[in-house]
């Protein structure tokens, strides 16, 4: 992977709160293998510090917390390389995802503008998660080839009813309101409030700053179209799911519909056979296992690499996935992304942790 420069992890202590800053504003703070290295480094020298009773984690710049992972690097890895490197990344990177989620002191993340993918691992484990009127939280990973990972399909499969399936399949990007309705967020506060919040967490603790600084998020969009969402996405396969949402009359129903049929077919189908596994496999550590198996086949997979070409690097938007249409994608197609990795394997969850039914 390439690494980052050495300030693309900015740390501060100040007080009794310790202050992480994702530092690659040009490229939206995208995460590299060396800043999850930095991000482990830091969280253990301040776990053990008695002076850091809470951790801040904010995005340097105006457009958002973090973009996601270094896509391009994974691209010419999977294209030019072995993929070893992407697994490499991934296999920290997921990590400290679960390493955030167990963290035994308050994790303050700031999910302020764009929080995507990457950016979704590092804050929505966190404790204490905060949007603002800014906020757009999303897994976009089916539009790239990809599987919602970082923990993802473990948090979207919790989300009430099935709007955690619409997100993770059609990649919908949500504000403040939706995010808290989802569970991926706590906290909502107007933005122009954070520098003060921010300085207050280096001289009180963290639930007695947020009291100050809490008010009500201005209305979502989802709870109003859970109803639909609940019937369409709850279909056995994802063709049952497009049928669905064609059929039920609703704008916005044929609207995702139509997302959903510009999406890696393939993506789609693993997509939603990730999720309902991790309804059943429980605690974070083992669904993050299944998401490393997931990951590193999809890198032998076309669509990773076509995906990104298409959005990232040639930014035609034109994806030519293979195979081009859901119905080509057979049940054997999906189950070869979750066969387990032998002595690859994450491990975070115990020896085994595959489940292999549908």
């Not at 996601?68 to 920290?92: E, L, N, Q, T």
């Not at 303050?108 to 950016?119: L, Q, R, S, T």
């Not at 497009?242 to 789609?268: F, I, N, Q, Y």
């Amino acid at each position: 992977m390439r690494a980052g420069t050495d300030d693309s992890v900015l740390l501060r202590t100040e007080g009794r709160a310790a202050y992480l800053t994702l530092n690659r504003p040009k490229a939206l703070n995208a995460l590299t293998h060396t800043m999850v290295r930095r991000i482990d480094e830091a969280l253990t020298a301040w776990e053990h510090d008695p002076a850091v009773e809470t951790v801040v984690l904010t995005g340097a710049g105006e457009r958002g917390l973090c973009a996601g992972g270094d896509i391009r690097a994974i691209h010419d890895d999977a294209r030019d390389g072995d993929g070893s490197a992407s697994a490499a990344f991934w296999y920290d990177e997921y990590r400290l995802n679960a390493r955030i989620a167990r963290y035994p002191k308050p994790y303050v993340a700031v999910m302020d503008g764009i929080v995507m993918g990457a950016g979704v691992g590092v804050s929505a484990h966190g404790s204490v998660r905060i949007v603002t009127e800014r906020s757009r939280v999303a897994m976009p990973e089916t539009g790239i080839g990809f599987v919602p990972d970082v923990g993802g399909t473990y948090l979207l499969a919790r989300a009430p009813g099935e709007l955690g399936t619409h997100l993770a399949l059609t990649g919908a990007q949500v504000g403040a309101s939706d995010a808290l309705l989802c569970d991926l967020a706590d906290h909502y506060v107007p933005s122009r409030s954070l520098p003060s919040l921010l300085d207050d967490l280096a001289h009180a603790p963290a639930r007695e700053v947020l009291g100050r600084y809490v008010r009500p998020a201005p209305p979502g969009e989802l709870a109003a179209a859970q109803a639909w969402m609940d019937v369409c996405y709850s279909a056995r396969t994802v063709e049952e799911v497009v049928g669905r949402l064609l059929d039920h009359g609703d704008s916005a129903a044929k609207e995702a519909a139509e997302t959903l049929l510009t999406k890696s077919p393939t993506s789609l189908k693993v997509t939603l056979a990730a999720l309902r596994r991790a309804r059943r496999l429980g605690a974070l550590e083992e669904v993050l296992d299944q998401e490393y198996r997931v990951s590193c086949h999809a890198l032998a997979a076309p669509d990773l690499v076509e995906g990104i070409r298409a959005q990232i690097i040639d930014k035609d938007r034109n994806p030519r996935w293979s195979p081009p249409t859901l119905t080509e994608v057979t049940d054997a197609d999906v189950e070869r992304f979750f066969t387990p990795l032998g002595e690859r394997e994450l491990g975070l969850g115990g020896p085994d942790t595959t489940c292999h039914s549908g």
